[in-house]
T-cell receptor, first 111, second 115 residues
Framework: NAGVTQTPKFQVLKTGQSMTLQCAQDMNHEYMSWYRQDPGMGLRLIHYSVGAGITDQGEVPNGYNVSRSTTEDFPLRLLSAAPSQTSVYFC??????????FGEGSRLTVL | GEDVEQSLFLSVREGDSSVINCTYTDSSSTYLYWYKQEPGAGLQLLTYIFSNMDMKQDQRLTVLLNKKDKHLSLRIADTQTGDSAIYFCAESIPPPRNTGNQFYFGTGTSLTVIP
């Protein structure tokens, strides 16, 4: 039972590089989301999606893009990484009305 | 976003009870959740309470909800060293367009259990 799978678990980037964090879920959940976790700030919502082809911005969307071409996958793209994007990123999914299920997290360092 | 507030740190001795508190601002919450995050791991749902309930008990866990004061608490009885983790309070709020609940998380409370 895989649940929510995130890759990579760790990544180091240089300022200005781009990368994609992958997220896949096998629970047929409509809702998927990306959060970032920073010390003392809790979890902040970056982007979310309520179904294939539908995405929307959360609290801190700047510098990130998402797409939802399938129900299962919800990748997060950093177009030009900045040190302020050093964080732990969590993907989460849920039925439209239900609890969130989280991935194990991706730790990103931008030098 | 909505304001969900928690204290950052709590230390208790093994065997004592732990009480983690949370306040929220939106009275239209449908569910309130407690998630547990162990070091290096994602968040796992610990328990939840529907917004029209006052209390929920689940083995060593007791959740109390005071809707008037918008205050939620999690009590862990007989706290063990394995309970050391970060505990997040979260509320889910139905958005106007019926596109699924939105979740708002607190900052997390880091619980340290002293042997």
């Amino acid at each position: 039972n895989a649940g929510v799978t995130q890759t990579p678990k760790f990544q180091v980037l240089k300022t200005g590089q781009s990368m994609t964090l992958q997220c896949a879920q096998d629970m047929n959940h409509e809702y998927m989301s990306w959060y970032r976790q920073d010390p003392g700030m809790g979890l902040r919502l970056i982007h979310y999606s309520v179904g294939a082809g539908i995405t929307d911005q959360g609290e801190v969307p700047n510098g990130y893009n998402v797409s939802r071409s399938t129900t299962e996958d919800f990748p997060l793209r950093l177009l030009s990484a900045a040190p302020s994007q050093t964080s732990v990123y969590f993907c989460a999914s849920s039925p439209l009305f239900g609890e969130l299920f989280f991935g194990e997290g991706s730790r990103l360092t931008v030098l | 976003g909505e304001d969900v507030e928690q204290s950052l740190f709590l230390s208790v001795r093994e065997g004592d009870s732990s009480v983690i508190n949370c306040t929220y601002t939106d009275s239209s919450s449908t569910y309130l959740y407690w998630y547990k995050q162990e070091p290096g791991a994602g968040l796992q749902l610990l328990t939840y309470i529907f917004s029209n309930m006052d209390m929920k008990q689940d083995q060593r866990l007791t959740v109390l909800l005071n809707k008037k004061d918008k205050h939620l608490s999690l009590r862990i009885a007989d706290t063990q060293t394995g309970d050391s983790a970060i505990y997040f309070c979260a509320e889910s709020i139905p958005p106007p367009r019926n596109t699924g609940n939105q979740f708002y998380f607190g900052t997390g409370t880091s619980l340290t259990v002293i042997p």
